[in-house]
């Protein structure tokens, strides 16, 4: 059973360009929510996606976008990249109104903003 | 504004011994507290939580326990292993049921458990 997979895992970005970073949830999951770990703080949260709309959001930008598919997978882009975007990007999958120790997180995708 | 905090950034403890890690909240709304344990190139892993309602829980090594009034919970690994080498983060969630898991993470404590 596959966990929460996340692709890419490293990506170097220029300032000013945007990225998409993608998510697989768990099996059997319908939740995905993305959180942004900067470099010595914990992960915050940026939004969370269920039955293909945006839920919740957390204190980001517009620049800050989603998306989830039919599938339950999920899409996380960002436009005009500033250096502070450069962050571990975590996307944890869970299932709606399930347990809460069952929300499980993926290894991350490593952006960095040059 | 910072609404879960571990103000310990790091912990040495020899193997065998206790390993305390504190953690303090501000929001009164928080029913749920969850610890999750990161080595590097990994997500965060759960490893127990407790509801509000109570104020203890335990699984195997881990304890965790809760104190509303002060607003403080603390994980107590007994043994501690140099396995449990690691980051930790404290996590907290005011559970709705018209909304999923929002979890509010504070800055993580990294455990060094010394062979």
């Known amino acids: 059973d596959a966990g929460v997979t996340q692709s890419p895992t490293h990506l170097i970005k220029t300032r000013g360009q945007q990225v998409t970073l993608r998510c697989s949830p768990k099996?059997?999951?319908?939740?995905v929510s993305w959180y942004q770990q900067a470099l010595g703080q914990g992960p915050q949260f940026i939004f969370q996606?269920?039955?293909?709309?945006?839920?919740q959001r957390g204190n980001f930008p517009d620049r800050f976008s989603g998306h989830q598919f039919p599938n339950y997978s999920s899409e996380l882009n960002v436009n005009a990249l500033l250096l502070g975007d450069s962050a571990l990007y975590l996307c944890?999958?869970?299932?709606?109104?399930?347990?809460?120790?069952?929300?499980?997180f993926g290894e991350g995708s490593w952006l960095t903003v040059v | 504004d910072q609404q879960v905090k571990q103000n310990s950034p790091s912990l040495s403890v020899q193997e065998g011994r206790i390993s305390i890690l504190n953690c303090d909240y501000t929001n009164s709304m928080f029913d749920y507290f969850l610890w999750y344990k990161k080595y590097p190139a990994e997500g965060p892993t759960f490893l127990i939580s407790?509801?509000?309602?109570?104020d203890k829980n335990e699984d195997g090594r881990f304890t965790v326990f809760l104190n509303k009034s002060a607003k403080h919970l603390s994980l107590h690994i007994v043994p501690s292993q140099p396995g449990d080498s690691a980051v930790y983060f404290c996590?907290?969630?005011?559970?709705?049921?018209?909304?999923?898991?929002?979890?509010?993470f504070g800055t993580g404590t990294r455990l060094a458990v010394r062979p």
């Open positions: 099996s059997g999951h319908d939740t």
């Open positions: 996606y269920y039955e293909e709309e945006e839920r």
């Open positions: 996590a907290a969630s005011a559970r709705r049921k018209s909304s999923g898991d929002k979890l509010t």
């Open positions: 407790i509801s509000s309602i109570k």
């Open positions: 944890a999958s869970s299932l709606a109104r399930g347990p809460i120790n069952t929300i499980y």
